[in-house]
């Protein structure tokens, strides 16, 4: 069983509707203010009307992330930076790279069921991950702040480049890890706050 999720950098991220749909239908979907992209389990991609819940979803998660964005704001999105394929994802959150490195989702901690949703989201052959190291350290796994850079919509000439998302924090907005606060971590009261407004939503599915 597989599934994708597509965030494109052009059509926002609904939280709990991509990510949750996907991982219980096998399919993802992504709204924007008029348009749904979904994409099924074959791969394949297609664009349809929104509907007023997905909208009006899509417009209470928008505003979340705006006050949590105003009060303490995230990273910037690491584009071009180079990524490399995820190999392995283990407990409490390390991927191990096609390179050999083993770096580790700063700030969550993700039991086995998250790790499971985690190898279907990045374990996939159109994407790719970027890290940013949230210290310079030569021991590993290296504490850091992850993205995902998948092509599935630039390869189906949907977007002009490839789509990416932080797995960090779509891991805390889905429910799947739980917030825990490191010395390295340079975002842990962004990640709390995120933790406690989609909290409900996630409880409530």
Known sequence: MS???IVSSLIAFVAMCA???GCQKQGSTEISASAAAEASTNGSISVRNATPQEVAN????SAKIEAI??????SQTPWGKSSERVIGITVP?????????KVQLDGIRCGEKAV??????LQDDTTTVA?????????????????????NLLAKKLTTGPSYSN?????IKSGWCQVEATPTCKYNERYAALAEAFHAATAAR
């Open 3 to 5: 599934f994708k999720v």
């Open 19 to 21: 990510l949750v749909v």
């Open 58 to 61: 899509l417009s209470e998660s």
């Open 69 to 74: 964005n105003a009060r303490y704001p995230g």
């Open 93 to 101: 959150g390390i991927l191990e790279l096609q390179s050999g490195r």
């Open 116 to 121: 499971g949703y985690l190898r279907r989201l």
């Open 131 to 151: 890290f940013l190291p949230s210290v310079e350290s030569q021991s590993e796994p290296v504490p850091a702040e992850i993205w995902s850079v998948d092509t």
């Open 167 to 171: 797995v960090t924090e779509t891991a």
